[in-house]
């Protein structure tokens, strides 16, 4: 009999508290509570990393070598395990070539469908190609120049693993005694070994000929093509219809071999050119048989960049105008350069950049060639050097340096002067021209890549293909003959139904071609979570975190029924959630807490929603049933009365309608997935702003102006990424308490004696810290083929620090014991240290009393790292005329958290400050001062401003899918009067 229940005993991981509990299977199970509460160490660090280690420790030894190694959880037992699968927020991918159709396997199956049923067109004529017949070869290579050498060969392994030694055998039977392997011509009687796990390519040489001179005899001339055509016969014999000619050209080096495809098959029939028979691969922007050769298949080319290296034309030479030259020393070499080829081209460094002459800014920018310049230069020595250059200009010279440096260092901080340029061969296409004129039903691969999910699922069944093959009812006349339906019958049915999946999913408005790297971490979930759904699998365990995250109200009703039909095909479905709607429909409900960090760890309750919401001690049955709630307002904020106004904004799908956003007050900028929210804040306001404001340089997106800048003197994204990628990274160092805590403990007395400075009580360089673990307080043991074990160091007991330095006490603690406290702890125990003292009352302004100073980052939620970065910017002093930017911070957030947030938001624009926030939760929609709801649909359908105002005038606009859900959640409070000034604006 099949157990029902997942039965989790003694589960001990980061802060749970030795927990048990059960799990029913084949349900949909909800994990909530308070950010930091042990939801994910739960559900990823327990439960998921056990079905992971079990299925890896299942497979061989060779197998584990190419996987991933987990460390085992600290847990006693779990039973009913069933194999796990992890669909979390990180990125779909970091890979540049990695795009929504890869990901999502559609684009695979396209290349299938083209090479199958795809008619190719000539690049010249537009013309169908026509096959080319043996004597048309024969003809073409003796045109060719005399005294051209050439090889012909025949193909008979193209892109294949294996260590062939078969073909070598039968080439030798053959009576053949040379071969190409993998690019080099070697003799087949030596020994030739090839790694069998590799891609290889293998050609037989048939024959060797050169062309004869113009003129030669009649009798030589009949004998060579007698030979030739002889040769070439056998080469479309044995290479099934593929020969290949290797040419060099009279007077060229003896490695100047180009080679000339000839095939049976296809021909261009107005220049004469063969291609090769459509195959998936040449449909691939990752494989050189398809990609563009400028842009090796990535659509665009890392340049330097004018505007990032003349940042601000205002000003001079003299004061940075040539940013990449600004940064080095004012004695130095780059510096006296300069200052030699202005003198020499008499170029003023004293006049803004904008003012120069386009002629003497293109002399410096692009060079003077050959032209040679005299050089004064004296080096820090003080010794003079006189000499000659050519000058190569700005551009050339920082190419050449990133070209040739050896440097990280230098490479990185070159690149901070280069950005992403479109292709101007394939014009981001990817794809050479040769596969773009492949078609089906008059498009190619890249303009259906280009379609957006739902315009593509359009073209689908616009093919007129039902899932059984036969001729569907479509406007006009069809598209594909009988045949090409018969062979497309089975691809289109796996592209419709994963095309499908991703609507049913919200993601409708992201187009195929989409890098996969500029995805939301929800974005990058759901089209997992679509290709799950796709795989029809039974009997997983399937573990998603927060899958709501980005999506908009309207969308939540797709999700859910979703994730109830992974339930219904027999899986277990476990989500960390916090989202009221998908925990009403959840079959049981495990409610974390009481607390976070260190105070939670705990199971409050578990059970249905009934259950939940009728338990005393829940706080999410407390949200839930309405006995809690966050309050609106007792008024909305008038602002300090000055705008910025984004005028012209048109980056992705922005329409470039004009955006004013009030300043001194919390402005919050709603709409529905891809209606070009994070476009217009994150892109064109906050990358602008924090070029003009900060002195950043960063690639903003397009946009006319933005004015009213003035009222502003900088700009702060606080986001949910790591607040450090290391173990030594932690809360005391990012907030600034760190410093302030070595220098009390560098001035007590028993530290002055020793002669100890503030240096010593690091753990980052040498000195003080534990020399065993350097700093870390743990070793890491690598294990032949199991996780690697961190155990605590043996010198330092886990203190990071060694025997000297921790004899140095403050009221009776080392620099250790005071890491090892909470933030409240620390408030009472340095609450007469005004440094210290302010920076802990912020942490527990934000929630984070329950994090210890010196936790790891790693270890540490983005919601608690985000709320990090908001507490630094609160204990710094206000100004009054900053402006935060924040995209989505309710991710991971529970109810509780969400109005700790709030309450943080408002504090920050009760300063004077601006606060806009990119945010789908209701909750705080409904407390902002001013929305600006984008929309009205996502994609091509969005980009415009549908509404502004208070939140009251939102729910007004007819258009807004955010009024529609927010008017129900204002009837719940009253408001002391709107703005009076928003309005709901049309659709254009």
């Not at 004597?135 to 045109?143: H, P, S, T, Y």
């Not at 000839?262 to 090769?276: I, L, Q, R, W």
Request: net charge neutral; hydrophobic share 35%.
């Amino acid at each position: 009999m099949a157990q029902e229940n997942i039965v989790v005993r003694g589960a001990r991981m980061h802060n749970l508290k030795n927990i048990s509990v059960e799990i029913p299977r084949d349900k949909m199970v909800v994990i909530t509570g308070l950010s930091g509460s042990g939801k994910s160490s739960l559900a990823f660090d327990t439960i998921f990393a056990e079905g992971q280690r079990r299925y890896v420790e299942s497979l061989s030894a060779y197998a584990r070598q190419f996987l991933g190694q987990m460390e085992k959880p600290d847990v006693d037992q779990i039973e009913g395990l069933s194999p796990a699968v992890s669909i979390d927020q990180k990125g779909a991918s970091h890979n540049p070539r990695s795009t929504v159709g890869t990901v999502t396997e559609i684009y695979d199956y396209l290349r299938l469908m083209f090479a199958r049923i795809g008619v190719q067109y000539s690049p010249v004529t537009g013309q169908p190609l026509v096959s080319q017949s043996a004597e048309q070869i024969v003809d073409q290579i003796a045109a060719l120049p005399a005294g051209t050498r050439l090889q012909l060969l025949a193909p008979v392994i193209k892109d294949k693993k294996g260590h062939h030694q078969g073909v070598f055998d039968d080439v030798r039977k053959e009576g053949f005694v040379r071969v190409r392997v993998n690019g080099q011509v070697r003799d087949v009687n030596e020994e030739i070994e090839l790694d069998r796990y590799k891609i290889h390519n293998i050609e037989i040489v048939v024959d060797r000929l050169v062309v004869p001179a113009e003129g030669a005899a009649t009798e030589e001339t009949k004998s060579f093509l007698t030979r030739l055509t002889d040769s070439v016969e056998t080469s479309l014999k044995l290479g099934d219809g593929f020969c290949v000619v290797m040419a060099q050209a009279p007077g060229e080096g003896k490695d100047a071999w180009r080679d000339i495809l000839f095939s049976e098959k296809k021909v261009d029939p107005a220049t004469g050119k063969s291609y090769p028979d459509l195959e998936p691969r040449l449909f691939s922007f990752n494989s050189p048989d398809g990609a563009c050769p400028e842009c090796q298949g990535l659509g665009s080319k890392r340049e330097f960049d004018p505007a990032l290296i003349i940042p601000n034309p205002e000003l001079s030479i003299d004061e940075g105008a040539i940013a990449p030259l600004a940064s080095s020393d004012e004695d130095g070499y780059y510096t006296q350069l300069m200052g030699n080829i202005c003198r020499h081209y008499k170029v003023p460094m004293d006049v803004p950049w904008r003012q120069i002459p386009r002629a003497a800014r293109e002399v410096l920018l692009n060079g003077t060639g050959e032209e040679r310049v005299k050089m004064v230069y004296k080096n820090r020595a003080g010794i003079q050097h006189n000499y000659e250059i050519t000058w190569e200009g700005v551009f050339k010279n920082l190419a050449r340096r990133y070209r040739d440096s050896s440097s990280d260092y230098v490479r990185n901080k070159l690149e901070e002067y280069m950005s992403h340029r479109l292709c101007p061969t394939c014009q981001g296409k990817r794809l050479k021209d040769d596969v773009l004129c492949v078609r089906v039903a008059g498009k190619n691969i890249a303009e259906v890549g280009e379609l957006s999910i739902g315009k593509a699922l359009e073209w689908v069944n616009g093919l007129g293909i039902d899932d059984a093959g036969k001729r569907a009812r479509v406007a006009g006349a069809p598209v594909l003959n009988e045949r090409e339906r018969k062979i497309a019958r089975q691809i289109v049915k796996e592209i419709r139904a994963r095309l499908q999946f991703m609507v049913d999913v919200g993601l409708d408005y992201l187009n195929l071609s989409r890098a996969a790297m500029t995805l939301s971490g929800g974005e990058s979930q759901r089209i997992r979570l679509a290709t799950q759904v796709g795989s029809q699998l039974m009997g997983v365990l399937y573990v998603l975190d927060e899958p709501s995250i980005g999506l908009h109200q309207r969308d939540q009703a797709r999700l859910i029924t979703t994730l109830l039909r992974m339930r219904d095909l027999g899986n277990t479905v476990l989500v960390v959630e916090h989202d009221d709607d998908t925990m009403k429909a959840s079959d049981w409900i495990i409610d974390m807490g009481p607390g976070a960090g260190e105070h939670g760890g705990n199971v409050v309750a578990a059970g249905t929603v009934q259950d939940i919401m009728k338990h005393p001690s829940s706080i999410t049955g407390q949200y839930l049933s309405g006995r809690r709630r966050i309050e609106l307002p007792a008024a909305r904020r008038p602002g300090n009365g000055k705008w910025l106004t984004v005028r012209g904004a048109r980056e992705n799908n922005l329409k470039g309608d004009e955006v004013r956003i009030p300043l001194g007050r919390f402005v919050v900028v709603t709409g529905v997935s891809g209606s070009g929210k994070s476009s217009l804040i994150v892109e064109c306001l906050y990358k602008s702003l924090a070029n003009s404001l900060n002195g950043s340089l960063e690639k903003a997106g397009q946009l006319e102006a933005i004015d009213g800048l003035e009222a502003l003197d900088k700009i702060i994204n606080i986001d949910q990424q790591p607040i450090g990628r290391t173990p030594r990274s932690n809360p005391a160092t990012y907030t600034g308490l760190w410093t302030p805590l070595r220098d009390l403990f560098a001035e007590l007395p028993e530290a002055k004696m020793r002669g100890y400075k503030s240096g010593r009580f690091s753990f980052n360089v040498k000195g003080g810290r534990c020399e065993a673990c350097e700093g870390q307080g743990v070793l890491q043991i690598q294990m032949q083929f199991m996780p690697d074990i961190y155990v605590t160091c043996d010198v330092c007991k886990g203190s990071r620090f060694n025997r000297e330095t921790l004899q140095i006490k403050y009221k009776g603690k080392n620099i250790h014991e005071i890491l090892e406290m909470t933030v409240s702890e620390a408030q009472e125990f340095f609450k007469d240290i005004p440094p210290l003292a302010r920076k802990l009352d912020t942490l527990t302004e934000v929630g984070l009393s329950y994090i210890r100073l010196g936790q790891p980052a790693t270890t540490l939620s983005g919601g608690e790292a985000q709320r990090i970065k908001l507490s630094r910017e609160l204990s710094k002093r206000a100004t009054g005329r900053t402006i935060y930017v924040l995209d989505e911070p309710s991710v991971g957030l529970h109810h509780e958290d969400v109005r700790k947030l709030i309450q943080v938001l408002h504090k920050l624009v009760d300063d004077g400050n601006t606060v806009v926030v990119i945010e789908h939760h209701l909750d705080i929609i409904k407390v902002a001062d001013w929305i600006i709801d984008m929309g009205p649909e996502g994609g091509d359908g969005g980009g415009r401003v549908v509404a502004e105002g208070a939140p009251e005038d939102i729910v007004k606009a007819a258009d807004s899918h955010t009024g529609h859900y927010l008017q129900p959640v204002l009837q719940t409070g009253q408001i002391n009067g709107t703005s009076g000034k928003g309005k709901p604006r049309k659709r254009a």
